[in-house]
């Protein structure tokens, strides 16, 4: 079973709007939450993390919101550009450090 | 230039012939990881090891060994390999653990005959 779920595996957005991307887990002892960007033929990129204490974190045109009533996070960028075409994975931390990650969703920046 | 690298970055092999993909990375990280990407399943740890001499099992470790005896490096090793473990590699690195930054190398891609 899944306990981290990305629902969409793809997303198209317009340049200059806001894309949202989703992410659900299942395992409540999760402490940390992490998104990384993935571009073809390179290894994937850190991009902003959240402690589950937070319930916001912002970095520039990045903003993670965690609502941990309903295990969801998710990921904005505004205004989205189109390098941020990629594909981006959403990942959970234990305090054993494992990590869990999404099966990622493609994003696709639109001209 | 801080950075994780890999060795090699493609390899085709034949079942049962064993192999090693070397890791290595020089930002002085005490927490290294391994991972294998798959069409439809995403990334999943493999191995992990939080410093020198200690390593710990993923999510899917079955047919792989890892070793740390140095703090910069971190080999994965595939005693004999089956077709079922061709996929793409990648090797990460971390100041102490996976609530941090993770920093990825370039990626391995195998291929098991």
């Known amino acids: 079973d899944q306990q981290v779920k990305q629902n969409s595996p793809s997303l198209s957005v317009q340049e200059g709007r806001i894309s949202i991307l989703n992410c659900d887990y299942t395992?409540?002892?999760?402490?940390?939450f992490l998104w990384y960007k993935k571009y073809p033929a390179e290894g994937p990129t850190f991009l902003i993390s959240i402690s589950s204490i937070k319930d916001k974190n912002e970095d520039g045109r990045f903003t993670v919101f965690l609502n941990k009533s309903a295990k969801h996070l998710s990921l904005h960028i505004v205004p989205s550009q189109p390098g941020d075409s990629a594909v981006y994975f959403c990942?959970?931390?234990?305090?054993?450090?494992?990590?869990?990650f999404g099966k990622g969703t493609r994003l696709h920046i639109l001209p | 230039e801080a950075q994780v690298t890999q060795n090699p970055r493609y390899l085709i092999t034949v079942t049962g012939k064993k192999l090693t993909v070397t890791c290595s990375q020089n930002?002085?990280?005490?927490?290294m990881s391994w991972y294998r990407q798959d069409p439809g399943l995403g990334l999943r740890q493999i191995y992990y090891?939080?410093?020198?001499?200690?390593?710990d099992k993923g999510d899917v470790p079955e047919g792989y060994k890892v070793s740390r005896k140095e703090k910069r490096n971190f080999p994965l090793i595939l005693e004999s390999p089956s077709p079922n473990q061709t996929s793409l590699y990648f090797c990460?690195?971390?100041?102490?653990?996976?609530?941090?930054?993770?920093?990825f190398g370039p990626g391995t891609r195998l291929t098991v005959l």
């Open positions: 990942a959970a931390s234990d305090r054993d450090d494992k990590i869990i």
């Open positions: 930002m002085n990280h005490e927490y």
């Open positions: 090891s939080m410093n020198v001499e200690v390593t």
């Open positions: 990460a690195s971390s100041l102490y653990g996976t609530g941090n930054e993770q920093f």
């Open positions: 395992n409540s002892m999760f402490d940390y």
